[in-house]
């Protein structure tokens, strides 16, 4: 997923899809907070409608 290269298609699909992003993986890392911990915008901006 951050391998995205701005295409997050992927990410929009797991979305709509149900994909909870505040779901920690077995490192404790949660999709939004790893996106905002790399600053990687093109997958934080998936992101963008959560607080």
């Known amino acids: 997923m951050?391998?995205?290269r701005g295409d997050g298609r992927m990410i929009e699909l797991l979305r709509r899809w149900g994909a909870d992003p505040f779901k920690?993986?077995?490192s404790g890392q949660?999709?939004?907070g790893l996106a905002?911990?790399?600053a990687n915008y093109d997958v934080a901006r998936f992101f963008a409608d959560l607080s």
């Open 30 to 32: 949660t999709p939004l």
């Open 2 to 4: 951050f391998n995205s």
């Open 24 to 26: 920690a993986n077995s």
């Open 36 to 38: 905002r911990l790399i």
